[in-house]
């Protein structure tokens, strides 16, 4: 099994930061990709961005105010969050496309999710 836990959420200002960690632990041999997925209330759950080894994709909405990085070594993707907006409030899940040791194919993971808030 492999989990992930997400951490840094919170209640931050418009226009303040905050900094997501997701990381990842188990009987993991491999990680493909890594992602952050949002889902605001009343909204389906949407891609935020991801990161492989090609690179990285954002959503439109958050292009140019959201870095996401990721440490290998340590199995741990961040997402770095300037500038925030109200309709960035959402709950903020991680997502990891991995092979487990044993196993001949990848699956998809999913963290418990981790709340921001943005309001004044």
């Known amino acids: 099994q492999v989990h992930l836990v997400e951490s840094g959420g919170g209640l931050v200002q418009p226009g303040g930061s905050l900094r997501l960690t997701c990381a990842a632990s188990?009987?993991?041999?491999?990680?493909?990709?890594m992602a952050w997925y949002r889902q605001g209330p009343g909204k389906q759950r949407e891609l935020v961005a991801a990161?492989?080894?090609?690179?990285?994709n954002y959503a439109d909405s958050v292009k140019g105010r959201f870095t996401i990085s990721r440490d290998y070594a340590k199995n741990t993707v961040y997402l770095q969050m300037n500038s925030l907006k109200p309709e960035d409030t959402a709950v903020y899940y991680c997502?990891?496309?991995?092979?487990?040791?044993?196993?001949?194919?990848?699956?998809?993971?999913w963290g418990q999710g981790t709340q921001v808030t943005v309001s004044s």
């Open positions: 997502n990891a496309d991995a092979y487990e040791r044993g196993s001949s194919w990848p699956e998809v993971y």
């Open positions: 188990g009987n993991i041999l491999s990680i493909n990709a």
């Open positions: 990161t492989s080894s090609g690179g990285s």
